[in-house]
């Protein structure tokens, strides 16, 4: 992770401090009972230990920051594990090996999982926890610009975006090649938005809104399409694990800590639109919990 994302960091273990003090059975920790597992082997592999795939090359869902695990990701694992009666296990996982990882026994849950067929025809999703899509985001000082309609447009409009990213396709579709600047980052497209390269940039809206913490010029416009839907995937058969993650993240949802786990990352940025059940086509749809 860069450098000026340390205070997230922190801010963010505060936050799952927080989160943690609320577990049930947990108190103080000169009356910290021990751990009660909620699940045991062979829903989980091994006895007392939920071993959960993230992707460490992906901030802010997955990351190292002076030599130890940081993350939305990691937070919620720990959060999930502790809720479980659990210790928690990070295993490093990249979303393109998610159904092998959980597939294959490597872990016993994977994040932020994708509603794909491919990965839903390997996996069994156990509920959703956080939504993400691709989104504009403009310079403070930019007044023509304030709405993604003003920004898509308008003419000789000048937008960059990450290189083969979703929101790199979605804008050559919209404004053409002529109108797009790639850079080989998002945060090095963030770099040029703030010196005044193009006026805004397209990319993933959780992704951007953690680099913008280090571009306080920058802010958030809107999302460019609708959002889809992370999950935690489990291996196929394994009901008394989904069924006992779902209830976990459902209770961390009412409890506010994954709210607040998203705000100690991403800040202010708003809840990101996602389609309707009637016009997804998404094959995943039926199984969604909400985040």
């Not at 007044?143 to 308008?154: N, R």
């Not at 080989?184 to 953690?210: H, Q, T």
């Not at 209830?247 to 949802?253: C, E, G, I, M, S």
């Amino acid at each position: 992770m860069r450098a000026g994302a340390s205070a997230v960091v922190v801010l963010a273990l505060l936050v799952l401090a927080i989160a943690l003090l609320v577990l049930p059975g947990c108190g103080s920790p000169q009356t910290a009972a021990p751990l009660k597992p909620k699940v045991t082997p062979p829903a989980v592999k091994k006895a007392g230990i939920l071993r959960v795939g993230v992707d460490f090359s992906y901030p802010p869902f997955g990351g190292t920051d002076r030599g130890k695990h940081a993350g939305i990701d990691v937070d919620i694992a720990s959060a999930l594990a502790g809720r479980l009666g659990l210790s928690v296990e990070l295993v490093d996982v990249k979303a393109s090996q998610v159904a092998t990882a959980v597939s294959h026994g490597d872990v016993d849950v994977a994040l932020s999982a994708p509603f794909s067929a491919d990965v839903l025809a390997r996996v069994s999703m156990a509920g959703t926890y956080l939504s993400d899509g691709p989104a504009l985001f403009t310079r403070e000082a930019s007044a023509s610009v304030t709405t993604t309609t003003s920004i898509l447009t308008a003419d000789n409009m000048r937008v960059g975006a990450q290189q083969g990213s979703e929101a790199y396709w979605l804008l050559l579709s919209e404004l053409g090649p002529e109108n797009v600047t790639a850079y080989p980052s998002l945060r090095e497209a963030f770099e040029g938005l703030d010196r005044g390269e193009v006026s805004a940039v397209a990319g993933d809206a959780l992704v951007g809104a953690y680099i913008a913490r280090d571009l306080p010029d920058i802010r958030y416009v809107g999302p460019m399409a609708p959002a889809h839907l992370l999950g935690a995937a489990v291996a196929q058969g394994n009901a008394k694990l989904g069924d006992a993650v779902r209830a976990q993240l459902d209770q961390l949802a009412a409890d506010g800590a994954l709210a607040a786990i998203r705000r100690a990352w991403v800040g202010s940025l708003p809840k990101l639109p996602l389609p309707s059940a009637e016009t997804t086509s998404d094959p995943g749809w039926s199984q969604l919990t909400g985040p």
